[in-house]
């Protein structure tokens, strides 16, 4: 599963309320039309009702029901029982493995979608705003390069990036020739998270005793904050290139959008390059942003093919995600139960941020 | 033209050609690993062609792999769900949009909440419901979820409303029933629509992952391309007993029919985004 930028689908987000105008006219006309138009219009929509239904719907309905239950996914599933909330007890309040491999997971994606968002974003709108400038020609090779990698198999990008990281690929050759020294990093097995190696260069080694003793969810205060770790770090840096494309093209659209008036009248009124930018591109480009966003924000929480091709939640588990463990307990540790209450929890938490997101972008206005 | 501008031009092409490169050498390097032996992969892993070209990576993914048999699945798979999700998902849309009938408004209504539904959380209910049909490690398993999907009905629609409504009267009038009007005239008007739908569904099926690997797991001979590939290197820890040049090899295999779609067909791409943006 890609991020919904990398599948290029169009936006959920950006859905207008369903339009009740087509067909109005038609009213006016004898019954018997009518009639015939209610049972075509059922008819046309029934095979699609039908497949959501059968494949979306219905699948959600009976997950649901399952995470209640202990069920290995190996043996018929009316051979399942029931063990009321055990399997959210499990993950959330009582203290195991369980608890802590989810602790874990959750900390790892916060980081991703802490890193990745801002950069993913930042870098679109960039590149957008670069692209769309009037002096420079060669608009359409520059936009299909940069869009590329977007759609491609995520699976055959896992790869190249498997060799770009690996100790004697590129990455490291490049760092080599930039810094002092050798680098010989080793990108995917490095669990060492940036934020203690920072610290651990300030001579920080080990937990203060107030973040070493107290825990949440299992984790220490101390491993919460450790900051992604340096394999995880390589995943991200492959989101960003990946999904990139996808948003700039998004923001290209909308700065295609704006009048062209709105500039020219800036430009009369004296306004600097910086203030033409600040006063009057980024607030009509406020729909756009928070539409990239969200996107940004429901996708990155679902991070789980690059996961499952690089790094199959090693090292030392920096790289678990949620939607990572959905598949590992449910396919690999026969935990379908615990699986599905997983995925959702994850569900809630994307609901929440959006929802969170909303609320504060809303605010400002 | 004044120095600043000129400045300014040659800042923005450093800029530009910058990020070009370090979106497209990483699939250029690929392809020259492709033609490397192991050894000067280890001793050249930065240079962009091939020092003495050999075609062991390929022949081994073109004639002794598993390769042709998951390229073809693929091939099955993505026709399939396309062909079904163009035909299905355009007769959805096109009964939102144009035919006149109660509970059209609640049914669309539903159709948008569904895509608010994270693919991720389908996980494990998709692997339930396929195995109580008794679907999984079947091609039909493969396709029938894919078959139909919100954003293509949601798409279809828009196409739909924007389309004249003249000529589908005339048909009426001539005696064509609503089925003939909507496959005679309608759908041929809805040319470019369906041509981005189908390239959306094409890229979409071909790059699946997820699906197949909670589906045909268990069945080698139904592995599609991405899966198959996927079983070449996984966990790349440390990552040096990795044969690079048959894993691109085989990462080249799959981007291809993408990549040459893309190329030839990029403004259905880039207007499939872009509908999404601009409606924001």
Same mark, same amino acid.
């Given at each position: 599963?890609?991020?919904?930028?990398?599948?290029?689908?169009?936006?959920?987000?950006?859905?207008?309320?369903?339009?009740?105008? /087509?067909?109005?006219?038609l009213?006016?006309r004898p019954?018997r039309i009518?009639?015939r138009q209610?049972?075509a219009?059922?008819?046309?929509?029934?095979?699609?009702?039908?497949?959501?239904?059968?494949?979306?719907?219905?699948?959600?309905?009976?997950?649901?029901?399952?995470?209640?239950?202990?069920?290995?996914?190996?043996?018929?599933?009316?051979?399942?029982?029931?063990?009321?909330?055990?399997?959210?007890?499990?993950?959330?309040?009582?203290?195991?493995?369980?608890?802590?491999?989810?602790?874990?997971?959750?900390?790892?994606?916060?980081?991703?979608?802490?890193?990745?968002?801002?950069?993913?974003?930042?870098?679109?709108?960039?590149?957008?705003?670069?692209?769309?400038?009037?002096?420079?020609?060669?608009?359409?090779?520059?936009?299909?390069?940069?869009?590329?990698?977007?759609?491609?198999?995520?699976?055959?990008?896992?790869?190249?990036?498997?060799?770009?990281?690996?100790?004697?690929?590129?990455?490291?050759?490049?760092?080599?020739?930039?810094?002092?020294?050798?680098?010989?990093?080793? !990108?995917?097995?490095?669990?060492?998270?940036?934020?203690?190696?920072?610290?651990? !260069?300030?001579?920080?080694?080990?937990?203060?005793?107030?973040?070493?003793?107290?825990?949440?969810?299992?984790?220490?205060?101390?491993?919460?904050?450790?900051?992604?770790?340096?394999?995880?770090?390589?995943?991200?840096?492959?989101?960003?290139?990946?999904?990139?494309?996808?948003?700039?093209?998004?923001?290209?659209?909308?700065?295609?959008?704006?009048?062209?008036?709105?500039?020219?009248?800036?430009?009369?009124?004296?306004?600097?390059?910086?203030?033409?930018?600040?006063?009057?591109?980024?607030?009509?480009?406020?729909?756009?942003?928070?539409?990239?966003?969200?996107?940004?924000?429901?996708?990155? !929480?679902?991070?789980?093919?690059?996961?499952?091709?690089?790094?199959?939640?090693?090292?030392?588990?920096?790289?678990?995600? /949620?939607?990572?463990?959905?598949?590992?307990?449910?396919?690999?540790?026969?935990?379908?139960?615990?699986?599905?209450?997983?995925?959702?929890?994850?569900?809630?938490?994307?609901?929440?941020?959006?929802?969170?997101?909303?609320?504060?972008?809303?605010?400002?206005? | 033209?004044?120095?600043?501008?000129? =400045? #300014?031009?040659?800042?923005?092409?450093?800029?530009?050609?910058?990020? =070009?490169?370090?979106?497209?050498?990483?699939?250029?390097?690929?392809?020259?690993?492709?033609?490397?032996?192991?050894?000067?992969? =280890?001793?050249?892993?930065?240079?962009?062609?091939?020092?003495?070209?050999?075609?062991?990576?390929?022949?081994?993914?073109?004639?002794?792999?598993?390769?042709?048999?998951?390229?073809?699945?693929?091939?099955?798979?993505?026709?399939?769900?396309?062909?079904?999700?163009?035909?299905?998902?355009?007769?959805?849309?096109?009964?939102?949009?144009?035919?006149?009938? #109660?509970?059209?408004?609640?049914?669309?209504?539903?159709?948008?909440?569904?895509?608010?539904?994270?693919?991720?959380?389908?996980?494990?209910?998709?692997?339930?419901?396929?195995?109580?049909?008794?679907?999984?490690?079947?091609?039909?398993?493969?396709?029938?979820?894919?078959?139909?999907?919100?954003?293509?009905?949601?798409?279809?629609?828009?196409?739909?409303?924007?389309?004249?409504?003249e000529l589908e009267e005339a048909a009426r009038i001539d005696g064509a029933n609503i089925f003939q009007t909507y496959w005679r005239v309608v759908?041929?008007?809805?040319?470019?629509?369906?041509?981005?739908?189908?390239?959306?569904?094409?890229?979409?099926?071909?790059?699946?992952?997820?699906?197949?690997?909670?589906?045909?797991?268990?069945?080698?001979?139904?592995?599609?391309?991405?899966?198959?590939?996927?079983?070449?290197?996984?966990?790349?820890?440390?990552?040096?007993?990795?044969?690079?040049?048959?894993?691109?090899?085989?990462?080249?295999?799959?981007?291809?029919?993408?990549?040459?779609?893309?190329?030839?067909?990029?403004?259905?791409?880039?207007?499939?985004?872009?509908?999404?943006?601009?409606?924001?």
């Amino acid at each position: 599963m890609v991020d919904a930028a990398r599948a290029g689908t169009a936006a959920p987000a950006a859905v207008p309320p369903p339009a009740g105008r /087509p067909g109005r006219r038609l009213r006016r006309r004898p019954s018997r039309i009518r009639g015939r138009q209610a049972l075509a219009g059922w008819l046309f929509v029934a095979p699609a009702l039908l497949g959501l239904g059968l494949f979306l719907v219905a699948p959600i309905l009976m997950a649901f029901w399952v995470s209640f239950r202990d069920w290995s996914g190996l043996a018929p599933l009316d051979t399942s029982t029931p063990t009321g909330t055990e399997n959210y007890r499990d993950l959330l309040v009582e203290s195991g493995v369980v608890q802590s491999d989810f602790a874990k997971s959750l900390r790892n994606n916060f980081y991703y979608v802490l890193g990745v968002v801002p950069a993913q974003t930042a870098l679109s709108f960039f590149l957008a705003v670069v692209v769309n400038s009037k002096l420079l020609k060669g608009k359409t090779f520059f936009r299909t390069a940069f869009y590329f990698p977007s759609v491609t198999s995520s699976i055959a990008v896992a790869f190249i990036f498997i060799f770009l990281f690996s100790p004697s690929g590129v990455v490291n050759v490049l760092l080599s020739a930039l810094l002092p020294g050798t680098v010989e990093t080793v !990108w995917l097995s490095e669990f060492k998270g940036v934020v203690h190696t920072v610290l651990g !260069w300030l001579g920080v080694d080990t937990a203060p005793a107030f973040l070493g003793e107290h825990r949440l969810m299992g984790l220490s205060y101390w491993d919460w904050l450790s900051g992604p770790s340096v394999a995880l770090l390589a995943i991200m840096i492959l989101a960003t290139w990946t999904t990139t494309g996808t948003f700039m093209l998004m923001f290209l659209a909308g700065l295609q959008n704006i009048p062209e008036e709105l500039d020219e009248a800036s430009l009369i009124d004296g306004a600097t390059p910086r203030q033409r930018f600040f006063r009057v591109t980024l607030p009509l480009m406020r729909p756009t942003l928070f539409l990239v966003l969200t996107l940004g924000l429901i996708g990155t !929480w679902q991070v789980f093919d690059q996961i499952y091709a690089m790094t199959a939640g090693g090292p030392q588990k920096t790289t678990l995600t /949620p939607a990572y463990l959905i598949y590992r307990d449910g396919f690999e540790n026969s935990a379908m139960g615990r699986a599905a209450a997983i995925a959702f929890i994850l569900f809630a938490l994307i609901l929440a941020f959006t929802g969170i997101q909303r609320l504060l972008l809303r605010r400002e206005d | 033209m004044s120095p600043v501008t000129a =400045a #300014r031009r040659a800042t923005g092409y450093l800029v530009l050609t910058a990020f =070009a490169l370090i979106f497209i050498y990483p699939f250029i390097l690929s392809l020259a690993t492709t033609f490397k032996s192991r050894e000067e992969v =280890a001793a050249e892993p930065v240079l962009p062609w091939p020092l003495n070209p050999e075609w062991r990576a390929w022949e081994n993914v073109l004639v002794h792999g598993d390769f042709p048999m998951w390229t073809l699945n693929s091939v099955i798979v993505t026709v399939g769900a396309t062909l079904l999700r163009i035909f299905l998902d355009s007769l959805a849309g096109y009964s939102l949009a144009r035919l006149d009938w #109660r509970g059209r408004g609640p049914v669309f209504a539903a159709v948008l909440a569904v895509l608010a539904v994270p693919p991720i959380v389908l996980t494990i209910p998709r692997f339930l419901v396929l195995k109580e049909m008794g679907l999984l490690n079947s091609y039909a398993g493969l396709i029938l979820p894919l078959a139909v999907d919100a954003v293509g009905i949601f798409i279809m629609k828009q196409f739909f409303e924007a389309l004249p409504r003249e000529l589908e009267e005339a048909a009426r009038i001539d005696g064509a029933n609503i089925f003939q009007t909507y496959w005679r005239v309608v759908l041929p008007l809805a040319r470019p629509g369906i041509i981005t739908l189908a390239i959306l569904s094409f890229q979409g099926t071909w790059n699946e992952f997820l699906l197949p690997l909670i589906v045909v797991r268990a069945s080698p001979e139904h592995w599609t391309l991405p899966f198959g590939l996927s079983t070449l290197g996984r966990g790349g820890a440390g990552g040096q007993t990795f044969d690079y040049p048959v894993m691109l090899a085989g990462s080249m295999l799959t981007i291809l029919p993408v990549a040459i779609i893309f190329i030839v067909l990029q403004r259905f791409f880039v207007r499939g985004i872009a509908a999404g943006a601009v409606k924001g």
